[in-house]
């Protein structure tokens, strides 16, 4: 529970310095640089024992009004498949994950702002997995690239 409230307290903070990042642009007080995470970290208060957990962690500098560079720490762990729904109502037999995987990676991003709130995003992030059997005992390691390519709004 201590981890969560943690947990918490980072995301309203983070909420709180995104917020300023955004009234930034038209301020005097325009500050360089930000620390930011994803609301999916939420997901993790809510969530079930056998749901992914993840965290993530940002750290950003505006290169210009328009362009952003940020690097970010991230890690998971998942009980299952990748793509594949989780919880008890929509496992299928055979589809279910003897184990579990955690992944930790830095990865990094460019972002430019296109128009009234429109941006794109370039996000390249490596991944060292470790894959666990149901006894939680580490059976092996494994590497992850994970990109996106991302047209959104904020």
Do not use: C
Not at 81 to 87: D, E, S, T
Not at 96 to 103: A, D, H, I, L, Q
Request: hydrophobic letters at 40%.
């Amino acid at each position: 529970m201590k981890s969560r409230l943690t947990i918490l307290s980072i995301i309203l903070l983070t909420t709180v310095m995104l917020s300023y990042g955004q009234r930034a642009k038209q301020d005097s007080t325009f500050r360089r640089y930000f620390i930011g995470s994803s609301g999916f970290v939420l997901s993790n208060l809510f969530s079930q024992d056998n749901a992914p957990a993840f965290y993530q962690l940002n750290f950003g500098y505006w290169l210009t009004k328009k362009d952003v560079v940020s690097i970010e720490a991230k890690t998971w762990t998942y009980r299952f498949p990748l793509g594949i729904p989780y919880g008890d109502s929509f496992e299928a037999p055979g589809e279910r994950y003897p184990g579990k995987v955690t992944g930790y990676g830095i990865g990094f991003a460019y972002q430019r702002f296109l128009w009234k709130g429109l941006y794109s995003a370039v996000h390249v992030a490596p991944f060292l997995q470790e894959y666990y059997n149901i006894n939680s005992k580490k059976m092996q390691n494994g590497f992850q690239l994970f990109t996106a390519l991302r047209v959104a709004t904020t």
